[in-house]
């Protein structure tokens, strides 16, 4: 197809915010919902972009991530409520994993409050924020730095977490899969990741709704291995039947 004025312009949005929802696509360009709905059908189908539950963005790739300052733009109000919704579950004086990803860096800036905690991390991101806490202690991960996102991967990172049994591992992921699965893009953090998820007593997985349904090459687990759920939107189909059968505690911050 070629993409008439109007869907030059919703492309030239998403390009430039790399997601966002139908009422703003609506809201920006004039138009009303059901205009952009068929657009977006449209440009669906010619794989220029990709559909979420209520939204948009950039077409996926199941190989690469998109980088590290563009997700931490994405989603932002999603995932400020998701941390502070997870940091209101955490308690002081306890001891919890944090991995990477930018929805992780917003719950360590959530924290910054909390007295008492034990902090390990495989992202030097998390650290330094939560380095300013004269109240927490945070142990950082060994192992090789991703440059592009501050992240530590590698065999290191994994036999470094080895030596621990943390209260919560508080993950975040790139993409659940109708399945089930929880999956990323590298290799070596998945590693670091799946070794997170058996070190810890809980594990709570906080993913804004864009996460649902995106493909990612590999899998970390299932939701089977998560005991709670914190995201901004009602999970789509099938996943609350998925969730239930996990027997997953789900909270949605509205």
Excluded at 76 to 90: E, M, P
Excluded at 220 to 229: E, K, P
Aim: some cysteine; glycine content about 6%.
């Amino acid at each position: 197809m070629k993409p008439n004025p109007r869907q030059l312009t919703l492309l030239a949005l998403l390009q430039t915010q790399g997601s966002v929802t139908v009422e703003q696509l609506a809201d920006k360009l004039g138009v009303t919902l059901q205009t952009v709905r068929r657009d977006v059908q449209r440009l669906d189908d010619e794989g220029l972009l990709t559909r979420f539950h209520g939204g948009v963005r950039v077409p996926s790739s199941t190989i690469e991530n998109i980088a590290h300052q563009q997700r931490e733009n994405l989603h932002a109000d999603g995932k400020n409520r998701i941390a502070r919704a997870v940091a209101a579950a955490v308690p002081s004086d306890c001891s919890l994993i944090l991995n990477i990803g930018t929805t992780t860096e917003a719950i360590a800036r959530a924290l910054l409050h909390h007295s008492g905690l034990r902090v390990i991390t495989n992202n030097l991101n998390v650290a330094t924020i939560l380095s300013v806490n004269p109240k927490c202690e945070v142990i950082v991960v060994g192992g090789v730095v991703r440059g592009r996102d501050q992240g530590i991967v590698g065999e290191a990172a994994v036999d470094f977490i080895r030596q621990f049994k943390v209260d919560i591992a508080i993950i975040g992921i790139s993409g659940i899969e109708a399945d089930g699965s929880l999956r990323d893009y590298d290799f070596r953090e998945v590693k670091v990741s799946q070794t997170i998820l058996s070190h810890a007593r809980e594990v709570w997985l906080a993913a804004d709704s864009s996460k649902f349904n995106r493909p990612a090459m590999v899998e970390v687990g299932t939701l089977a291995q998560i005991d709670r759920l914190f995201t901004d939107a009602p999970p789509p189909e099938p996943f609350p039947a998925l969730l239930a059968e996990a027997q997953v505690r789900f909270e949605v911050t509205l």
